[in-house]
């Protein structure tokens, strides 16, 4: 049995975004729809835990009204309290921007709040509400549950196939490199452009 972790294919990230997106228009409110797409970036396109997810404050992700170019996960946030600065992807950009028009300017003083929240904007979304949202939305879009922390392996996996090990374990906040070398493992897109590329031969 494989010991790499699992990931998630570029098909099954866009089906498990578009999913989010659309079933909270269904079911919920638009800063709910908002709010589940952000938290999922931040664990799809700068590998952030699920607890650092539930940790964020506002000024961590937004000054003066507009988006951070690089998430600076400082001690208080970072888990084993390996600091880490993430450059944010154009999508996930977007994306905060979009939450600091619609829900945080209404909703914020001085940024203090928690940036991911249910009705009660003073309290954090907890990670077992996360695994929830990102359970039932990969089962609706893909056919499987998922747990959070499959986003992150999978941002993992990208990176290390365009740039180096000691990057990855920076942009992770590993302590130890041979954490990160597990990301060296193949995934399933892998297999499937091996044999696309064996098949043009």
Known sequence: MSNSPETLTVEE????????????IRYWTQWKNLRNYTMTLLM?????????VCRLKVLNLVIAGQPVNGL???????????ERLIPLTP??????????KVVWS??????ANYAFTNEDALKPISTRQV???ISRASYRAFGRCIHPHVLRHTFATRLMRITS????QQLLGHKRLTSTQVYTHPNGDDCKKAIDNMSAC
């Open 131 to 133: 695994q929830r949202i």
């Open 165 to 168: 090990a000691p990057v990855v």
């Open 72 to 82: 600076d996960m400082h001690r208080d946030i970072a888990e084993k309290k390996c």
């Open 13 to 24: 990230s866009e089906k498990l975004l578009s999913e989010i997106q659309t079933a909270n």
């Open 91 to 100: 999508r996930l950009l977007k994306a905060v921007l979009e939450m600091q």
């Open 106 to 111: 209404a909703t914020t003083i001085h940024g």
């Open 44 to 52: 799809l396109d700068a590998g952030l835990r699920v607890g650092e």
